[in-house]
């Protein structure tokens, strides 16, 4: 079935850009090549610096003819339009409009993160996100926030970024579609938001999974013979809505054509493979339910333990390894705050080996600063360049393997299972067979901690609501799961039949039955069952059962392992690797009788059975390898044989010679490829000799190419007569100008002067290229390769006046020098003759102070008439003035009065503070007083209440001249 375009006009893509350092040549590559009306919406996000405006608004809007606007809080998204975030801001979009918030102090900034989560959260599918140019990891959250709801994303390859850090850091997480050049991207973009599967609602979606089923079922076929794992009880629309990108991205219209496809392109199957494992994970998702788990989950689970218990945590689709790291960091505050000791097993398993390759390592992009709290990222990581390590103790305490909860077998004993948002991606019959799977490896009182939509369904009489909003539940115990859902027997599969009727089994449950059954089963196990391991056919423990820890040791000093190989005890190593080897080869039960075993010092016999199977829907054996002790009856068999050490040492022997004649065999076949090789060589050395003869016709095509390039130099040619035409305008400006110019490049070296120059400088021609400090000049007071440098170093202009010895006066003016490119190559110095400015400017201060004169003797003569005694003040508060009155007044003289300080008058009666203080501050605030009352005290005229009026004098400029201070005496007093 071909899926139609239908009408999403209302629904338009919006494509979030990220970009940081070397990003704005990038998005100019970008939006030169795409169409003006795409029918998109794009949001640039950049880092900014708070400090200066961006001009990224003009350079944009000179590169494409889409309108380029910078972001408003509130403004709703249109199609064909450019958004750019402003500086100091973050940006998010919420039923898309663009909201603003103030940029905070976050110890990691990450504005493109920000964004493009809210981005994916808005609008799910219809969310493209595009990582160009720029340093650290910014972006890589939001590729994963971007790909876990549906959307597509693209990133700049790292060889055409200036600084290929994010491009790199989104790369790294696989989960791109495009990696191209950034002119490139348009193309493809348009191409995918064209094409029909972007039309899809989900009505149309159910129609395609009822219509095509037939190629659904085809494709999880080849995906379960590739793979081994089988998709067809997963969420279908889930399923498909990934099948589609993956069609969009490859232009293919119909289900039928990528069924065709996926047949002829092998590497399609494990592209389509990865898509639909696409998990998204983070440290401490949903922190309010991680506080949960810390508080009223993890203590309880202590409390029920003794000092040596092991602790056994199950990570059911730990995906790249977050979330177990998370726990792991819980468990171990715990123990550290208060003081406690456990051993403590993390057993983190997913389906997606790349997955759990990544998780092993610990190694993430700095951006999950972002989700985890300060004092962790710095108690439990360890920065390693631009990213962040998990520190080794915890990343010991987590066991990473490679599980399919739908048909592996589980763990058992287990205290927490952790299986968030996986059980929402599987059908119904799927969900009750992962979740019967858990109810049989918990203990009795163990929790299970799941994701916020999802239930326990149909078991939630085996379960105990401990947290109803992050679905923490106990487990309590009693209940009989449903096993052989687990595991089957060698050649046993299941039809589709089969599992249906089987799952009708278990919607049948009656939580009323006998509670009973469970208790048995693992009391039996723990009595009657001999020390038991299940391995992989390359010997990787999967489970324990029984006092193993009599045959097992944990190796030391190195890495570790869990291999059953290497952890078994000395003696045991060559009889268990021969068993494990025959029953793999043989495909049957190996039986040794009387193996030695060291046991503290002594020395006791077993029998070692191993016993291959295989497991449910794969052809891929596990092994049974039992320990028995010799005391316990065992029926005798076929497969049952004393072990013999020597007889097995001569089979080793027999094996390393056998192996040694194979490589005999290997180095006799590489000698012969040599000779062949040695005949290529030959081979190769005449098709040199063919291959001169074509670099001589080459060499006539050359010829040809000569001509072409004497035509380009001949456009040249009139190039550089256009610039010597020009360099004839620039020197006549020169000559003609009257103003002295002179021109250094960054080492202050002379580059070019006007003649103007010359009539205070000593240039000559030949001086050009020279320092300028080698240079003698007229001006007094100037050092111009002192203003020179300081104008490099600081950028900002200078300008000083300087007196010349030929009596003219120049303003020197020093700039930089801007190529057209805006860099900085040198200075500018400008010589500006102002003789004539200074000359009229000294005539008009003459002028303006013999006024002033003028206006003081008159104003003297007018103060000298008033019959009351005054002071005349100057900016420092000294006498400048005072009239008969005062000196009769205070029975004083000028020569005691005039430019002496009011406060040092009379012997000091005038020195008061509060006078003091009135009168600094009436300078300050240019404000007169009226009737201030002072008390003079004085030895022979005696303490006298006078009456100031204190009042200040302007000239006609309205510039400060000095105080007038006018005297008497109280009329209360007099």
């Not at 400048?880 to 012997?907: C, H, Q, R, V």
Request: hydrophobic share 40%; net charge negative.
């Amino acid at each position: 079935m071909e899926i139609k375009n239908q009408n999403i006009n209302d629904q338009f893509p919006i494509v979030g850009i990220g970009a940081s350092a070397g990003g704005l040549e990038a998005l100019e590559k970008f939006f030169t090549n795409m169409p003006v009306d795409s029918g998109l919406a794009f949001v640039v996000v950049q880092h900014l610096s708070p400090d200066y405006k961006s001009m990224m608004v003009e350079l944009l809007s000179k590169r494409t003819s889409i309108p380029v606007h910078f972001v408003k809080d509130g403004m709703a998204v249109q199609s064909n339009n450019i958004y750019i975030i402003p500086p100091r801001k973050n940006i998010t979009i919420f039923h898309r409009k663009l909201h603003l918030t103030e940029r905070g102090t976050e110890f990691l900034h990450l504005p493109i993160d920000i964004f493009l989560n809210s981005l994916a959260e808005d609008i799910g599918e219809k969310a493209v996100a595009v990582i160009l140019s720029g340093t650290g990891s910014d972006g890589t959250r939001g590729v994963r926030a971007i790909k876990e709801a549906g959307g597509m994303v693209m990133v700049q390859d790292p060889q055409t970024a200036k600084f290929d850090g994010m491009p790199r850091s989104a790369i790294a997480t696989n989960l791109a579609d495009y990696i191209l050049a950034p002119e490139e991207m348009p193309e493809k973009l348009m191409h995918y938001v064209k094409h029909p599967t972007q039309a899809h609602d989900n009505y149309t979606r159910e129609n395609v999974l009822h219509q095509d089923s037939d190629n659904l079922s085809k494709i999880f076929s080849m995906l379960r013979s590739r793979s081994g794992v089988d998709f067809t009880y997963y969420k279908q629309t889930t399923m498909l809505r990934r099948i589609e990108r993956r069609m969009n991205i490859n232009q293919i219209n119909t289900l039928n054509d990528y069924v065709r496809y996926l047949h002829q392109n092998a590497n399609e199957v494990q592209t389509l493979y990865k898509e639909l494992l696409i998990g998204v994970t983070r440290f401490f998702r949903d922190p309010e339910a991680y506080e949960v788990l810390e508080k009223e989950v993890i203590p309880v689970i202590f409390k029920n333990k003794n000092r040596n218990d092991e602790i056994r945590v199950w990570v059911a689709g730990c995906s790249t390894g977050e979330e177990a790291y998370s726990l792991a960091i819980l468990f171990n505050e715990y123990m550290e705050n208060n003081g406690v000791l456990a051993d403590v097993k993390i057993f983190a398993t997913d389906i997606d080996r790349d997955a759990l390759d990544f998780a092993s390592r610990g190694r993430y992009s700095e951006s999950i600063a972002a989700d985890i709290p300060q004092d962790r990222l710095h108690n439990y990581f360890v920065r390693r360049e631009n990213s962040f390590e998990v520190l080794r103790r915890i990343r010991e305490m987590v066991i990473f393997a490679q599980q399919d909860i739908t048909k592996d077998p589980p763990f058992s004993k287990i205290d927490l299972i952790s299986c968030r948002n996986v059980l929402i991606y599987l059908q119904p019959v799927l969900q009750r067979k992962v979740l019967s799977a858990f109810q049989f490896a918990l203990k009795p009182g163990g929790f299970l901690f799941q994701g916020s939509s999802e239930t326990v369904g149909e078991m939630e009489d085996a379960f105990k609501m401990i947290h109803s909003k992050w679905r923490i539940f106990q487990y309590r115990g009693g209940f009989q799961p449903n096993i052989s859902e687990t595991i089957l027997p060698p050649g046993k599969y299941r039809s589709r039949q089969n599992l249906q009727n089987r799952d009708q089994q278990i919607v049948d449950f009656n939580p009323e039955e006998p509670r009973l059954v469970e208790k048995i089963y693992r009391a039996m196990i723990d009595s009657f069952m001999p020390p038991t391991l299940v391995t992989d056919e390359n010997g990787r423990l999967l489970h324990a059962f029984g006092a193993v820890d009599e045959y097992l040791k944990v190796p030391s000093g190195g890495p570790f392992s869990n291999n059953v190989l290497k952890m078994v005890r000395g003696n045991l190593s060559i009889p268990l690797n021969t068993a494990v080897r025959r029953a793999i080869k043989e495909n049957t039960d190996v039986v040794y009788k009387m193996v030695v075993v060291e046991k503290r010092d002594k020395k006791e016999y077993a029998d070692l059975i191993v016993k291959p199977f295989v497991p449910m829907r794969t052809q891929r054996p596990l092994l049974f390898i039992q320990f028995r002790s010799v005391n316990t009856e065992q029926p005798n068999n076929d497969h049952e044989v004393t072990y013999d050490a020597a007889g097995t040492a001569e089979q080793r022997i027999a094996d390393l010679e056998q192996e040694l004649q194979y490589t005999k065999e290997n180095l006799q076949a590489t000698i012969e490829e040599l000779e062949t090789t040695n005949e290529e060589l030959q081979a190769t050395n005449e098709e040199l000799l063919a291959a001169n003869e074509e670099l001589q016709s080459t060499n006539e095509e050359l010829q040809s190419v000569n001509e072409e390039l004497i035509t380009v130099n001949a456009e040249h040619q009139r190039k550089i007569q256009e610039l010597l035409d020009l360099n004839a305008d620039m020197n006549n400006i020169f000559t003609s100008t009257n103003i002295g110019i002179i021109f250094l490049d960054w080492k202050l070296n002379i580059h070019k002067f006007t003649p103007a120059a010359q009539r205070e400088i000593s240039l000559l021609e030949k001086d050009i290229g020279r320092p300028l400090n080698h240079i003698t000049h007229n001006l007094e007071g100037i050092d111009f390769a002192q203003l020179a440098s300081k104008v490099l170093e600081t950028l900002q202009p200078l300008e000083k006046e300087a007196n010349s010895r030929t009596g003219s006066t120049y303003l020197v003016k020093v700039r930089p020098y801007y190529t057209l490119n805006n860099v900085v190559e040198g200075v500018i110095i400008i010589l500006e003759d102002i003789t004539d400015i200074t000359q009229l400017k000294q005539h008009n201060q003459q002028l303006t102070g013999n006024l002033l004169h003028q206006q003081y003797r008159l104003a003297e003569s007018l103060i000298s008439a008033i019959p009351y005694p005054y002071l005349i003040l100057n900016n420092k508060l000294a006498v400048s003035g005072a009239n008969d009155a005062f000196y009769a007044f205070f029975a004083t003289t000028p020569e005691e009065t005039i430019d002496k300080l009011i406060f040092d008058l009379n012997t000091g009666q005038w020195n008061q503070p509060q006078l003091r203080s009135l009168l600094q501050d009436m300078i300050k605030r240019q404000a007169s007083v009226e009737r201030y009352m002072f008390t003079y005290n004085d030895s022979q005229l005696g303490s006298r209440q006078l009456v100031l009026n204190i009042r200040l004098l302007d000239q006609f400029d309205e510039s400060f001249l000095g105080i007038l201070i006018t005297i008497s005496e109280d009329d209360a007093n007099s």
